[in-house]
């Protein structure tokens, strides 16, 4: 929920009577505002794609990728935490094959060596890795002794972790057999249609790469693996991005006990940010799921994530059951002020602005 913070003070202004409004006036007026946005905000560039009935029906590019070149729907963009999603998703789909269960102890198949002295590392399942209720650090990098540790009993502890996701796609690697960037090429990728998503670089990488920058505007040169990381730096365009999230509104790629699972909150994240006046525009249900954040609003659920690292800022959603959906993606630490200006223009679903709105102060 950090992506809060600096987000919803940004939403007192923003409304979601574009929402209303058709599709080309929608985006004649992102056409006609976006240069001072990014301008104002100094963003260098901006790529969204919006999805209506499953359906990519708007997807622009804005600004310069780099130093005079410009940024087109052809752009690549380091995705950061967005990969969270597209990894879970290749977890769920192997879940779906009976290739592994989401509640099957994983050190059968992997341990950290960091943790191999301590029984705790029994407890961790898929489920509590997707749903980061793993114990663990964000990063291992940010305790004293660089090393992995629990901070808490896994399954009883709710910490947003990467390391978590790291856990989870090696277990499923060795327990597959297979590599797990295959595994979300074949499970994801191929099916989907995304032809401009990696996790490690490519040669067609070349000339396509958006540069970072940070809050001052300075440049970040591009950070791009040659091993892939499941919780991070996903390499991507908006329009795959939204093929992977239509990909993910098929019911049929999961068993309907799986699609249940998926749009239901794992871990309740509710009462932290929901206390007091804020309940009035909260969501229902709110927390991680397996892989995105659910927002229950009565019948209708968002599934929502965001990614950010020191020179980008990315977010995406969809509602499963509307088949709607937008990804937007940046490359600039500052992202979030240009994509509230972006999501307003777009038309937002009112009710995640409104919950957005009553986070200002948070």
């Not at 729907?73 to 192997?94: F, G, I």
């Not at 794992?266 to 206390?275: E, K, L, M, P, V």
Request: hydrophobic share 40%; with cysteine; aromatic share 10%.
């Amino acid at each position: 929920m950090k992506w809060t913070l600096g987000l919803a003070a940004c939403l007192l202004a923003a409304g979601s009577g574009a929402s209303a409004q058709s599709l080309a006036t929608r985006r004649a007026t992102l056409d006609r505002d976006m240069p001072a946005i990014l301008a104002k905000h100094k963003v260098p560039s901006v790529s969204a794609a919006h999805i209506e009935n499953g359906r990519i029906v708007l997807a622009a590019g804005y600004g310069e990728q780099s130093a005079a070149v410009p940024a087109t729907t052809d752009t690549l963009y380091n995705v950061a935490s967005l990969t969270k999603p597209v990894s879970a998703e290749t977890v769920l789909r192997l879940a779906a094959k009976g290739k592994l269960s989401l509640d099957e102890p994983m050190y059968t198949h992997w341990t950290d060596p960091d943790l191999a002295a301590d029984p705790r590392h029994k407890l961790l399942t898929p489920r509590i890795g997707l749903s980061h209720r793993t114990g663990f650090p964000n990063w291992r990098f940010n305790l004293h002794d660089k090393k992995l540790a629990f901070t808490g009993t896994p399954g009883e502890t709710i910490g947003y972790s990467g390391e978590g996701y790291e856990w989870v796609s090696r277990f499923a690697a060795r327990k597959t057999g297979i590599d797990f960037e295959t595994l979300a090429k074949t499970l994801i990728f191929d099916p989907a249609g995304m032809k401009n998503t990696s996790f490690t670089g490519r040669p067609w990488f070349a000339g396509r790469v958006a540069t970072g920058s940070d809050t001052a505007g300075k440049p970040v040169e591009p950070f791009i693996r040659s091993e892939y990381r499941a919780s991070d730096d996903l390499h991507t365009t908006a329009s795959d991005y939204a093929r992977f999230m239509i990909e993910a509104m098929k019911r049929k790629r999961l068993t309907p006990k799986l699609w249940a699972e998926r749009q239901t909150v794992q871990a309740s994240t509710w009462n932290t940010h929901c206390a007091g006046d804020k309940a009035k525009a909260c969501p229902d249900e709110l927390g991680f799921g397996l892989g995105w954040e659910v927002q229950r609003y009565g019948k209708e659920v968002i599934l929502f994530h965001t990614g950010a690292d020191e020179g980008e800022f990315t977010l995406a959603f969809f509602n499963p059951r509307t088949r709607t959906g937008t990804v937007v993606l940046t490359n600039s630490r500052n992202g979030a002020l240009a994509i509230v200006d972006v999501l307003d223009r777009i038309g937002t679903d009112p009710k995640l602005l409104a919950f957005l709105h009553s986070q200002a102060d948070y």
